[in-house]
């Protein structure tokens, strides 16, 4: 079964850290990109960045040089690293496949940034 977990969220403190992690089950990492959004109450989904099949990732220029995509082939784990977290990085956050036409999303993660 094809299906994304996303873990990892919590409250933090400006300044902060937090590394979420999107847990895929049903898809091959190394043969599939994934990509990570974020979205507020009444916002629209906004995204964030992504790491391909290759293992190259690429970040929107909101988050660039804070938040970093990696995986884990072995615990098939895709994971956002992000750093000197603010208080507009206040979302829930959402990993998501692409493939054939068809898109899966997590439930996704709750982060605060708050003090």
């Known amino acids: 079964q094809r299906r994304l977990v996303e873990s990892g969220g919590g409250l933090v403190q400006p300044g902060g850290s937090l590394r979420l992690a999107c847990t895929v089950s049903?898809?091959?990492?190394?043969?599939?990109?994934v990509t990570w959004h974020r979205q507020a109450p009444g916002k629209e989904r906004e995204w964030l960045g992504g790491?391909?099949?290759?293992?190259?990732?690429d970040y929107a220029a909101s988050v660039k040089g804070r938040f970093t995509i990696s995986r884990d082939l072995a615990e098939n784990k895709v994971y956002l690293q992000m750093n000197s977290l603010k208080p507009e990085d206040t979302d829930t956050y959402y990993c998501?496949?692409?493939?054939?036409?068809?898109?899966?999303w997590g439930q996704g993660t709750q982060v605060i940034v708050s003090s």
């Open positions: 998501k496949v692409r493939k054939v036409g068809r898109v899966w």
């Open positions: 049903g898809f091959t990492l190394s043969a599939q990109g």
């Open positions: 790491i391909t099949a290759a293992g190259s990732s």
